[in-house]
């Protein structure tokens, strides 16, 4: 053993030798002829050793790394949608917030609309993976809906202390208090009537509903892409001062599944074939519109010394609270 490795020392010798002596415009022919028949000798003699391919290829995803980063994979079903409208076998990843990402999060104007969703879906952006085997989705396809459980499994990694938590005033069904947390366990899911989730299509990953005025229909609950989409036309018809119609703004979004085939000329045809349907399939779109909502409750639900406490959803010290601790207590000495 001790034998072979003085072989290959001196051929790495050798190879060192003739590295220097290629740059070496005086070149002795016969030393690097020598050098090269020695090198194919050591070759020869104990083969190119073993080569791993596991860093070659097409790149895999690494758990490790995953967890070096603070990626964490989000439990679909504590989702509103409970996932039924990704693909199927989609993975959804989060880590914690930033310094970056809070800072802009900070120059949040709570009066502005706009501005205050801008904020959020920047926060959703950034802290954010889905994945639909090896392809990369976007935030966009995040239902807007799942956002608030997003940004507060997010806020929980961010501020894992206990002194950070956002408590609610809640009271029980017999009048006694209750300090309720605002957390993702705490939330209550609305629930799609039965009549509505009959026609889920778990192949096409949404609503197929069959109807006699309006033909097969397909409609879905909005992703964040698609309000970004009709906030953008919005805007555009408020800085034109054009009219829009506000019930076709209702049912938009759960006719429009897919963000990127949605832009202001898009939206414009689409209003031009709503303004041709008939009462009666206007009628049926938009009662299902308003069945096929999904997303939270307006208050929290925790059990309480065998009773639901109830308080109303809300954010202490405005939404910039969930990521700007409001409550200095904790932090001064």
């Given at each position: 053993m001790s034998e072979e490795l003085n072989k290959k020392e001196q051929a790495a010798k050798a190879m060192l030798e003739a590295r220097d002596s290629i740059n070496d415009p005086v070149t002795d022919n016969a030393k690097v002829e020598a050098v090269s028949a020695e090198m194919l000798d050591s070759v020869e003699s104990n083969g190119l050793g073993k080569v791993s391919m596991d860093n070659f290829g097409q790149g895999r995803p690494d758990k490790s790394a995953d967890q070096f980063l603070g990626w964490m994979v989000l439990d679909q079903e504590e989702l509103p949608s409970k996932g039924k409208f990704y693909p199927n076998g989609c993975v959804i990843k989060i880590r914690s917030a930033r310094a970056a990402e809070i800072r802009h999060f900070s120059t949040m104007d709570e009066n502005n609309y706009i501005d205050m969703e801008e904020k959020l879906n920047?926060?959703?952006?950034?802290?954010?993976?889905?994945?639909?085997?090896?392809?990369?989705?976007?935030?966009?396809d995040v239902?807007?809906?799942?956002?608030i459980v997003l940004l507060l499994s997010i806020r929980d990694l961010t501020f894992p202390e206990p002194e950070n938590k956002l408590i609610l005033k809640g009271?029980?069904?017999?009048?006694?208090?209750?300090?309720?947390e605002l957390s993702t366990r705490y939330l209550v899911a609305t629930l799609v009537p039965s009549e509505i989730e009959a026609y889920y299509s778990s192949k096409e990953r949404t609503y197929v509903i069959k109807t006699r005025s309006a033909g097969e229909v397909k409609m879905r609950p909005p992703t964040i892409g698609v309000m970004q989409e009709i906030t953008k036309y919005l805007k555009d018809r408020q800085e034109k001062e054009i009219e829009f119609d506000k019930a076709f703004i209702q049912v938009?979004?759960?006719?429009?599944?897919?963000?990127?085939?949605?832009?202001?000329?898009?939206i414009f045809n689409l209003e031009v074939d709503y303004k041709a349907w008939s009462e009666k399939k206007f009628m049926v779109i938009y009662r299902l519109a308003e069945k096929m909502k999904i997303g939270v409750e307006t208050t929290l639900e925790m059990e309480f010394e065998g009773?639901?406490?109830k308080a109303p959803l809300d954010f202490p010290g405005g939404i910039k609270s969930l990521f700007i601790i409001s409550d200095l207590a904790g932090e001064l000495l």
């Open positions: 920047h926060v959703v952006e950034m802290c954010t993976q889905i994945t639909d085997g090896d392809r990369r989705m976007s935030y966009k239902l807007e809906e799942d956002r009271k029980t069904d017999s009048k006694v208090a209750v300090d309720i938009l979004p759960y006719i429009t599944p897919d963000w990127r085939q949605l832009n202001l000329p898009k009773e639901i406490a």
